[in-house]
C-alpha cells in the first residue's frame, strides 16, 4: 500500500486543505496530526465569543472524531511532530508506542504562534496571556471567571478587537500601546484616532505611549509597572502583539525558511515532495495572514496535489474588523513607496493609498465610508 499524504496541523489551514482535497479525490489516504484537541473552529469569533461569554466548547464547528468521519480521514489530535525527514520521507512524534509516520507527499500547516511582550521583567512575567488558540481562549475564560480588570497589551488590529470584547463581556479594560497611536502601521493618523475615539466612548481606557516594565505578582493581582511610572493593577494581562510563523519544524529539516516557510506558486517548499500552507508559509516575501488568502492557496494546493497546473496569486483582500464600536474596513497597501490621503467628516474617515504612478494600491475606511469597501476594492491595482 502507498503512504498516505500526511498534513502536521489540524488549524484553519489544515482543515480547508482536507476540505479541498476530499472536494477532488475521495480515495486518496490523507492522515493529518495536531497537536492540540484538533477541532475545527475559527479564531475570528474568539472576539464575538468573549464578548459573549461563551466558553470555548461553543465555538467549535466539528470535533476531531466529527471531521474525520465526514472527511474519510485519520486525524490524530494530541500528537506533535517533533522532527521531519525529507530525504527518507518519515516524520517522527512524541508517540512513544508508534515514533515514526512514512509519507508519499508532506504537507506542513503548522500555522502561528503568539507574540509576547520582549524585555518585562517581574514574578508576573510569565502570568500573561495570548489567545492564539482554542485551549488558550479556554483558559483566559477561565482566569476571567468572578474577576474582571484586564490590560491588553498591544494596540494593533488584534488588540483593539480584543479589548472591545472584553469590555462587552463586562470586563474592565486598559489598552497599552507604546506607540502614539493604535492601529501604528496598519492606518493613518486620522483613522487612528478615529477609532480610538470610538474605543473610549465604548468604555476602553487607552494609555498610548505607555509601555509595559514590569508586571508583579502581588497577593491576588497583578501590578504592571508602565514606563510612564502610573501604575496599573489588574486580575489578568493578555498581549495581543499579533504573531509570526512556526517554522521551526522545517528550518531544523533545512527547508529554506525566512519569516515562514518559503513555497513558490505551487506551495512547493525547497524539498521534494513537501509542501506547506496556511499562516506558516511565505510567498513572493509574503506571509498568509487572512483566512480568505489561506483558503485560496488551499485550494491551489489541492489542485497541485490531484495533479493540476494551479498557481497561487495574491489578491487584494478588505479586512473587516471585528469591532462593535465602528465600522473598519482595511485594505493593506502593499510594501511600495506612495503616500496615505485622509479626509474626514462628522461620519467618518477615508483614507487612499497611492503609490508613485497615482494608483490606488490600499484603503481604510472608519465610520460610514466603511460601506464604500467593496466599490473602491475594485479599483485597486495589484
Ligand atoms: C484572535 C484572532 C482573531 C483573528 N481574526 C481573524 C479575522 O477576523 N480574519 C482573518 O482572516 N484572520 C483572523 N485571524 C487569523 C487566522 O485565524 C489565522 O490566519 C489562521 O488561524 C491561520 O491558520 P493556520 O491553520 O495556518 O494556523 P493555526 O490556526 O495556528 O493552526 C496550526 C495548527 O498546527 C498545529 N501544529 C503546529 N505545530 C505542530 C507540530 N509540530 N505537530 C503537530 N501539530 C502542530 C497546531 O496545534 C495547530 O492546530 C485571527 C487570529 C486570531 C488569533
Redesign the pocket.
Known amino acids: 500500500m502507498d503512504a498516505p499524504l500526511v498534513i502536521?496541523?489540524?488549524?484553519?489551514?489544515?482543515?480547508?486543505l482536507l476540505r479541498a482535497l476530499r472536494q477532488r479525490d475521495r480515495h486518496r489516504e490523507i492522515h493529518l496530526?495536531?497537536?492540540?484537541e484538533?477541532s475545527a473552529y475559527?479564531?475570528?469569533q474568539?472576539?464575538a465569543g468573549l464578548a459573549h461569554r461563551r466558553d470555548a466548547d461553543e465555538l467549535v464547528i466539528a470535533t476531531a472524531e466529527q471531521m474525520a468521519y465526514r472527511f474519510e480521514a485519520t486525524i490524530t489530535p494530541h500528537?506533535?511532530?517533533?522532527a521531519i525527514d525529507p530525504a527518507s520521507r518519515v516524520l517522527r512524534?512524541d508517540n512513544p508506542a508508534q515514533p515514526e509516520q512514512i509519507w508519499s507527499q508532506l504537507v506542513l500547516?503548522?500555522?502561528?504562534?503568539?507574540l509576547r511582550p520582549a524585555n518585562v521583567r517581574g514574578s508576573g512575567a510569565a502570568s500573561v496571556l495570548t489567545?492564539?488558540?482554542l485551549a488558550e481562549y479556554a483558559y483566559l475564560r477561565s482566569e476571567l471567571a468572578g474577576r474582571g480588570r484586564v490590560a491588553v497589551v498591544g494596540g494593533g488590529v488584534?488588540g483593539c478587537?480584543?479589548a472591545e470584547s472584553l469590555k462587552r463581556g463586562g470586563c474592565e479594560v486598559t489598552l497599552l500601546e507604546s506607540d502614539p497611536h493604535l492601529l501604528g502601521g496598519s492606518v493613518p493618523t486620522l483613522c487612528a484616532e478615529r477609532i480610538a475615539d470610538a474605543l473610549a466612548a465604548a468604555g476602553v481606557r487607552i494609555r498610548t505611549e505607555d509601555g509595559v516594565q514590569r508586571i508583579d505578582q502581588g497577593m491576588d493581582e497583578l501590578h504592571v509597572t508602565m514606563l510612564g511610572g502610573k501604575p496599573l493593577a489588574v486580575d489578568v494581562v493578555v498581549a495581543?502583539l499579533g504573531?509570526r510563523p512556526?517554522v521551526?519544524?522545517a528550518r531544523a529539516a533545512g527547508l529554506d525558511v525566512a519569516a515562514g516557510i518559503v513555497v513558490d506558486a505551487a506551495l512547493r517548499t525547497s524539498a521534494e515532495a513537501i509542501h506547506a500552507?496556511?499562516?506558516?508559509?511565505e510567498f513572493e516575501g509574503r506571509v498568509?495572514?487572512?483566512?480568505?488568502?489561506?483558503d485560496s492557496c488551499a485550494q491551489v494546493l489541492a489542485d497541485v496535489l490531484a495533479g493540476h497546473g494551479a498557481r497561487m496569486r495574491w489578491k487584494a483582500r478588505v479586512?473587516?474588523?471585528?469591532l462593535e464600536c465602528c465600522a473598519v474596513a482595511i485594505c493593506k497597501p502593499p510594501p511600495v513607496a506612495g503616500e496615505w490621503h485622509e479626509s474626514a467628516t462628522a461620519r467618518g474617515v477615508r483614507a487612499l493609498f497611492h503609490d508613485r504612478t497615482g494608483a490606488l494600491r490600499g484603503f481604510a475606511l472608519v465610520g460610514d465610508p466603511a460601506g464604500e469597501s467593496g466599490s473602491l476594492l475594485s479599483r485597486v491595482a495589484r
Open positions: 502536521v496541523g489540524t488549524g484553519f489551514a489544515g482543515y480547508a496530526i495536531g497537536a492540540g484538533a475559527a479564531k475570528d474568539f472576539p500528537r506533535r511532530v517533533l512524534t500547516a503548522t500555522g502561528v504562534e503568539s489567545v492564539g488558540s488584534p478587537e480584543l495581543a504573531t512556526r521551526q519544524l500552507v496556511g499562516g506558516c508559509a498568509f495572514e487572512f483566512g480568505e488568502d489561506i479586512r473587516r474588523l471585528n
